[in-house]
């Protein structure tokens, strides 16, 4: 596989660096190696964020053509790291002059803070890798958006109402987007667990058959990563009995910030701190019950009418043929979001101007934070298997 040059010393050695525990030969990344991640406990990463480390390399070696960097920073990848030189990269990087394209360069349009935060966390995982210590001695903070406002809980039975009425009729099409009776039907049975679970959307999008207990009666959602112990600073904070920003500080690196006794009461608390489950099922309501048997059937139809090879576990599945293939393949989480936001649209403009009528978000998140649902406290009995799908 051809390897990219990189002409400065600091990022070759930056970039060899990352290729331990990012390497771009697929036949080396089951071997990569483990990289420390929040609270000190070591992991590997994701494909996602290997590609983002990669990214973050790339806008290194743009910043160090450029002559934009401290020339002494240039020498060795610890050099980097220095608060002169991490500043200097990151007001490039903030303004957009280190975007991949040349042509967005030197516009003026700064990266959005989204972007800008992948950008901040690679640079923490790549101090691990080749600062002094282990550590940047500097690093930027970027301020979090305010979450877009959400459903008012009293609308979301109507949402329902809504998405059912139209789930049942129709077809509807407006601007050369047409909704067909499997898409709707799709669309309802997502909207309908959302509503009773909650589930984000990437973990919506994670279902397969066997996520649903007999008669459809509950389903199980795997929130592992997102309750993972850095998004439980309010918890050990209360059992530790200290500020929840200084559990943050702790949790991602910054012991500098905290006393060593405050230090050692969140390590306690973290020890003492029950792990959260990776599955947790929630109880699904008698209407969504008929909403995802009705999706179970038009999925099984699809996939009778369209030999396939390979597993058919997926929950969700593709209604037309895509880049991926012919219909019926395992529907990819940006897929998900994309149906998602085409039926909200949809539905706003049938909807457009009735009484008593609030346009809905085409974003899935809005809707998920509007739900409180609460988890079974012991797993429905007994679970669906390969044996018992229906």
């Known amino acids: 596989m051809p390897q990219h040059t990189y002409r400065t010393p600091a990022v070759r050695q930056l970039a060899e660096a990352?290729?331990?525990?990012?390497?771009?030969?697929?036949?080396?990344?089951?071997?990569?190696?483990?990289?420390?991640?929040?609270?000190?406990?070591?992991?590997?990463?994701?494909?996602?964020?290997?590609?983002?480390?990669?990214?973050?390399?790339?806008?290194?070696?743009r910043a160090a053509d450029g002559g934009k960097l401290p020339a002494r920073s240039t020498r060795s990848a610890s050099q980097l790291f220095t608060p002169k030189a991490l500043r200097?990269?990151?007001?490039?990087?903030?303004?957009?002059?280190?975007?991949?394209?040349?042509?967005?360069?030197?516009?003026?349009?700064?990266?959005?803070?989204?972007?800008?935060?992948?950008?901040?966390?690679?640079?923490?995982?790549m101090a691990t890798l080749a600062a002094p210590e282990g550590r940047a001695e500097w690093l930027p903070t970027v301020s979090q958006p305010e979450p877009k406002s959400t459903v008012r809980p009293e609308s979301l039975g109507t949402l329902y109402r809504r998405l059912a009425d139209m789930?049942?009729?129709?077809?509807?099409?407006?601007?050369?987007?047409?909704?067909?009776?499997?898409?709707?039907?799709?669309?309802?049975?997502?909207?309908?667990?959302?509503?009773?679970?909650?589930?984000?959307?990437?973990?919506?999008?994670?279902?397969h058959l066997t996520d649903l207990a007999p008669g459809e009666r509950a389903v199980a959602i795997r929130r592992k990563q997102q309750k993972a112990p850095p998004n439980r600073a309010e918890e050990i904070a209360a059992l530790a009995e200290v500020y929840p920003s200084s559990v943050r500080a702790v949790l991602w690196g910054r012991r500098d910030q905290v006393s060593e006794a405050t230090y050692q009461r969140i390590l306690a608390a973290q020890r003492e701190l029950t792990p959260a489950p990776e599955i947790e099922w929630y109880p699904l309501g008698q209407g969504t019950r008929v909403a995802v048997r009705r999706w179970l059937k038009v999925r099984e139809e699809l996939l009778e009418s369209v030999p396939l090879t390979g597993g058919r576990s997926g929950l969700w599945v593709t209604l037309v043929p895509t880049k991926a293939g012919p219909p019926g393949i395992t529907l990819r989480p940006q897929g998900l979001t994309q149906a998602f936001a085409r039926g909200m649209t949809a539905l706003n403009w049938i909807m457009a101007g009735l009484p008593g009528w609030e346009p809905m978000p085409v974003r899935m998140e809005q809707l998920r934070r509007a739900v409180e649902a609460e988890p079974m406290e012991t797993p429905p009995e007994p679970v669906r298997t390969a044996n018992n799908m229906t």
């Not at 990463?45 to 990669?54: E, F, N, T």
């Not at 042509?103 to 959005?112: A, D, H, T």
Request: net charge neutral.
């Open 167 to 207: 789930a049942g009729t129709g077809p509807y099409e407006r601007d050369g987007t047409t909704l067909s009776f499997e898409d709707r039907t799709r669309l309802l049975a997502m909207v309908s667990i959302v509503l009773d679970a909650a589930p984000r959307s990437g973990e919506l999008a994670a279902l």
């Open 18 to 61: 990352v290729a331990r525990v990012a390497p771009r030969d697929p036949g080396r990344w089951p071997e990569r190696e483990a990289v420390g991640g929040p609270g000190g406990l070591p992991g590997k990463v994701s494909a996602a964020r290997a590609r983002q480390l990669w990214m973050v390399v790339g806008m290194w070696d």
């Open 88 to 125: 200097a990269f990151w007001e490039l990087a903030q303004a957009g002059e280190l975007r991949a394209l040349q042509q967005e360069q030197g516009r003026g349009v700064e990266l959005p803070p989204a972007t800008l935060r992948i950008v901040r966390d690679c640079l923490r995982i």
